[in-house]
């Protein structure tokens, strides 16, 4: 009962912060504060949260599948391999921010402020991103148009995957490990599509850039002082990362986010 309502109190106080806030999104005062911070924070330490380390440890094969069928290697010029890689880079990599290497006792509370971002969404209609992927209700909703509107070339499915307009039901796909590792696999699948049109090559760091800031054009990213902070934090779990899929086998798997909602149907 406690925890229940400590988590309420943090969820209104992270919409006090939205309306407060209301001219400048709750990720440009992250990147602002990161750009600011990182000249004087020290080398990353590379710790991997246990949960999400567990998370991946029982999603390994389903990334290698969702990579196999979200990737496209003409276009990427990367393997299955590498992008499921670049999957599990940002999945580590979004579950410690600079502020937790600083001060490691702050990371056992990291899930409860995470746990409130949801209940925030769910309730108060905030756009908060949310693990494991830190994917925000708005970027699902972009996601899951666009896969309707058949923007991107698409393959075939037997599976339906319902897609409504409500903010709160994205947080829930975004929270959940199933969807979450689809979205965000067809979210990097976005951002090799929106390179190829701009005439941008392809790697590991345009689609960590496109992922964390919707960005793909190098000058751009070369640029952004919170960008190369991110990317580089990102590096330290690369190599671990690439590491889980030597030898791996990909095969493909349906796309869920490719049909219409029920509704749709004739």
Known sequence: ???????????????????????????????????????????????????????VASHQHDIQRLAHTYNHPALSGLSDAEFASVM?????????????????????????????????NEWFGTNYSVWPANLRPSVVNEILSEQRAQQLPSSASTVTLPVFPQLPYHTQLAANPDSALELLAANLERGIYRASTTGVAVTPQTLLAWHNAGIVDPSTIQQSPSLQHYLARASVYSTTASQLFGGAVFCRTPRLLAQPAPNDKQ
């Open 88 to 120: 599990v880079t940002i999945l580590y990599n979004e579950q410690l921010g600079w502020l937790e290497d600083v001060f490691p006792w702050v990371r056992p509370l990291t899930p409860i402020y995470q746990q409130a971002q949801v209940i925030s």
């Open 1 to 55: 009962m406690v925890r229940a309502i400590f988590y309420v109190v943090l969820a209104m106080a992270l919409l006090i912060q939205t309306l407060f806030w209301e001219q400048t999104p709750p990720s440009t005062m992250t990147n602002r504060l990161s750009a600011l911070a990182a000249p004087f924070l020290g080398a990353p330490s590379g710790y991997i949260r246990p949960s999400i380390k567990e998370t």
